[in-house]
């Protein structure tokens, strides 16, 4: 059974930043595409950026593409996600995911695509 834990979530300034930590527990497999996702009040849940594999593909979602920065460690099933230059508008909660389907050797997008969720961490940026 795969297990999400995050971790890193605060609040802070807009301007500021934040580092967000997933860990997960369970095989090995199940962490080959990874990913966060946020979702504020009211609204859908949007892909923020994912990870390979390998670590060799990142990708960004266009209003957090050049701020924030996702990285993994596989020895220890942990994802991270690197926030700075935070703005108001970033204010969510975050979600961890993962799966073990690899797309063409990409990752998807789409919530539909991970099978795996952390409980989330709340993120917020006063202005």
């Known amino acids: 059974q795969v297990q999400l834990v995050e971790s890193g979530g605060g609040s802070v300034q807009a301007g500021g930043s934040l580092t967000l930590s997933c860990t997960g527990s369970g095989s090995t497999e199940s962490f080959a595409c990874m990913a966060w996702f946020r979702q504020a009040p009211g609204k859908e849940r949007e892909w923020v950026a994912h990870?390979?594999?390998?670590?060799?593909?990142?990708a960004y979602g266009d209003s957090v593409e050049g701020r924030f920065t996702i990285a993994r460690n596989n020895a220890l099933k942990r994802v991270y996600l690197q926030m700075d230059s935070l703005k108001p508008e970033d204010t969510a909660m975050y979600y961890c995911?993962?799966?073990?389907?690899?797309?063409?050797?990409?990752?998807?997008?789409?919530?539909?695509?991970?099978?795996?969720w952390g409980q989330g961490t709340q993120v917020t940026v006063s202005s």
């Open positions: 990870i390979t594999p390998g670590a060799l593909g990142t």
């Open positions: 995911a993962a799966d073990s389907r690899v797309w063409g050797g990409d990752c998807t997008i789409s919530p539909q695509g991970f099978r795996d």
